[in-house]
DNA sequence: CTAGGGTTAG
């Protein structure tokens, strides 16, 4: 390289920079060493301190520094510069300092670095004396010096200062609405944020893209549907159809809003995207609960050679626990540890998370202790992952340890956890002292959620009457989950009256929902009231709601197998049918009766015995038998609750066949293990 | 060679 200038020198880092080239740099700082006087000028000094501050060794650029006895303002501007970029807030305050010792005076490019580092470490002093020398120096009616003021005073929560700036600036750039209306949705008021933006329109003011963005989380975050669909014209009027940004935000805003079909049209439609758009759009099915459709996309993505950062991996994760896929949800954990993203706090949790709902405790239990940190997530999980298998004790040995000797606050969803292991453990009297305490011990006010859990508890413990009396009593208006844990209850222990009341507080609230009618005509049928059973099917009939098709599948070597009820379409048929019969003959040896109730046509009793026979869960434990090697686990996924005859069934073959039968139903998870269910109570 | 407001999640 005999005819490299400084000059080129120069370029040659420059482009180092710009594609993150550290091997490109090294060389040229190498060569820079080599071939030129000590130290040498100052501008390759600067390129040298942007080199290694953009590129996240703050070490190397202190260095660079050090031996640079010209130090400029802009050297020392590149350094700071760089270490808030990278999110070195401290370290970069303290070098505002030391620049201000080295009797350097900052100029309007490093004041806003010092904001934004005041400002994220939420250091409103400091933020002021920075403001009190901008003041002096005359910098703060440079639009971006004053712009980043007005931001630090938003994020340290002084508002009153932060609105006196506003009105001062002599000019305000569409920076200092961005912020404004970005803060108000941060800070969870979103109406102000449309307001905002209303009187922006009004001053003549035109959006640009992070406008657009931010907006857009205003209207999901308000449920302003109409608006956010109005924006989206205006956004494609104002030229941004083709900013991957906005259609970003505008796929996250449809699938907020529940409108999974608009999003995947923009997703669609958009012209390139990056992997921003990919995590989106999953999370979006995620969010929606189409866990298959969110695999599908990643999938492809996959095929797209999108890579598996962090953030995708730890979406995906969740979407096999939506899904109990165990087998995909492992497949992505080696993944994510080919990716070496399985360190990350947010995959950790997802995987304890997964590991938990899939009914694998132990695998939850490793990838929680190997998770190098925690918080308070990764800790749910765990507990949910417990409580969900039945393991109540240990669910609430481990509230302790938290709570105790890693002093972790609980968050609402904890109090979830913990009340539902009390429910499960049959421990009343704990349960409504966690539930009584909650507010004084823990500062968390109860939700619906949590009226929920106690009425489960009281429910499942036979005290029926008691939780409706509880109900009763609620500050906040009961939501579907408070009736339906009633409802449930009183299927469980034959209460027609107050079930009736129930269901139908239900029909209210969702009139679209089959398994409410079922339920209590199932109710009433198993008390006798024949007339009034039959008179709920016939309501639901002539109303229109139909019970959704019930699905169950079974994942064998990697492939899915799905049945319908009396489903005879499978390659194995004959032996499953074989298979059904030889378990039926067991059973009813072991004292098993068929439970005809469950059989939801009007038929004769063989007939309907026959029926129960065939329901979907019973056709994919039958295959289960035969595909799986002996001893394994069998895990049987379905769509609806299981049926309270395949329930029993269940019991009994687990004991006959000496298998562990897992099944996962869109309520709860069941272990079938020895003749008995970890749900114990639940039919 | 240096700057403000910013899209995705458990």
């Given amino acids: ?7 080129s020198i120069g370029s040659v880092i ?9 091997l490109l740099g090294r060389a040229a700082h190498a060569f820079i060493i080599r071939t030129l006087d000590t130290p040498p000028p100052a501008f390759l000094s600067n390129h040298l301190v942007n080199l290694y501050s953009k590129l996240d060794l703050p070490g190397s650029a202190e260095l660079v520094i050090r031996l640079t006895p010209s130090r400029s303002v802009v050297t020392w501007t590149t350094l700071i510069a760089g270490l808030v970029q990278n999110g070195h807030f401290a370290s970069a305050l303290i070098h505002f300092s030391n620049m201000l010792r080295d009797h350097v005076q900052p100029n309007d490019f490093t004041i806003p670095c010092a904001f934004k580092a005041a400002a994220s470490l939420r250091l409103h002093a400091t933020g002021k004396q920075v403001h009190a020398f901008s003041v002096k120096s ?21 508002i009153e200062e932060a609105k006196k700036l506003f009105d001062e600036m002599p000019e305000k750039s569409i920076a200092m609405w961005n912020a404004y209306i970005s803060n108000a949705v941060d800070v969870g008021r979103p109406r102000d944020a449309v307001h905002k933006f209303i009187e922006f329109r009004r001053a003549g003011g035109n959006p640009d893209s992070i406008t657009f963005c931010k907006f857009l989380n205003a209207c999901s975050d308000a449920s302003y549907v109409e608006l956010g669909q109005q924006l989206h014209g205006f956004s494609i009027r104002s030229g941004f159809e083709e900013s991957v940004q906005v259609s970003n935000g505008f796929i996250d805003f449809y699938g907020k809003c529940g409108k999974t079909g608009q999003a995947e049209v923009v997703f669609d439609e958009m012209r390139e995207r990056n992997d921003v758009s990919w995590c989106t759009l ?35 994760i969740s979407a096999c626990a939506g899904l109990s896929g165990l087998e995909l949800g492992r497949s992505v954990h080696s993944l994510a540890v080919k990716a070496c ?14 590991y938990g709902k899939c009914g694998s405790i132990e695998d939850a239990e490793r990838a929680f202790h190997e998770m190098p940190e925690r918080n308070l997530v990764t800790w749910n999980a765990m507990m949910g992952g417990y409580s969900h298998q039945g393991h109540s004790d240990t669910a609430l040995a481990l509230f302790e340890e938290m709570t105790g000797s890693y002093r972790v606050p609980p968050s609402h969803v904890t109090l979830v956890c913990v009340l539902s292991a009390c429910t499960r453990a049959g421990a009343v009297k704990q349960g409504m002292e966690i539930f009584e305490s909650m507010r004084e011990r823990y500062g968390i006010e109860a939700s619906a959620e949590h009226y929920a859990c106690i009425v489960d508890l009281l429910g499942r413990a036979g005290m029926v009457e008691r939780a409706y009396e509880f109900i009763k009593k609620m500050p906040i208006s009961p939501t579907i989950s408070v009736w339906g844990a009633l409802l449930n209850a009183c299927k469980v222990y034959g209460k027609p009256e107050l079930g009736t009341i129930a269901a139908h507080k239900l029909f209210e609230l969702d009139p679209k929902d089959s398994g409410n009618h079922v339920l209590l005509s199932n109710l009433l049928a198993a008390s006798g009231r024949w007339e009034e059973a039959t008179l709920v099917r016939k309501e639901m009939k002539d109303v229109g709601i139909k019970k959704g098709t019930g699905y169950s599948w ?40 068929p439970d005809t109730k469950y059989s939801l046509h009007d038929l ?13 869960e019973k056709i994919a434990l039958a295959f289960s038998l035969l595909a799986l090697p002996p001893g394994v686990p069998i895990r049987i996924t379905k769509n609806l609750r299981i049926c309270g005859d395949c329930h029993s069934a269940f019991k009994f073959i687990s004991g006959i066949v000496g298998r562990e039968i897992l099944v996962r139903d869109n309520n709860r998870f069941h272990r079938f293990r020895d003749g008995h269910c970890s ?5």
Avoid at 1 to 7: E, S, Y
Avoid at 567 to 580: F, M, V, Y
Wanted: glycine share 6%; aromatic share 8%.
């Fill in 1 to 7: 390289m005999p005819h490299l200038t400084p000059n």
């Fill in 14 to 22: 420059e482009s180092a920079v710009s594609k993150r080239s550290l």
């Fill in 138 to 158: 005359g910098q703060v009616t440079d639009v971006f010096v004053g712009c980043s003021a007005f931001a630090m005073y938003l994020k340290t929560g002084l």
């Fill in 282 to 316: 999953v999370s979006v099915f995620v969010q929606n609960h189409e866990d298959e459709k969110a695999c599908g996309v990643f999938l492809r993505a996959r095929k797209e050679g999108v890579e598996p950062k962090d953030f995708m991996v730890s979406i995906v």
């Fill in 341 to 354: 993203v399985d360190d990350n706090i947010y995959v950790g949790s997802a995987l304890v998370d997964m």
């Fill in 554 to 593: 079974v994942t064998v070597k990697g492939k899915v197998h799905t049945f319908q009820a009396k489903d005879t379409g499978h390659d194995r048929n004959s032996e499953i049918q074989a298979t059904l019969a030889k378990l039926r003959r067991q059973m009813e040896a072991a004292g098993y009766i």
């Fill in 604 to 616: 004769e009793e063989e007939e309907k015995m026959t029926e129960v026979g065939h329901h979907s």
């Fill in 679 to 683: 749900c114990r109570d639940y039919w």
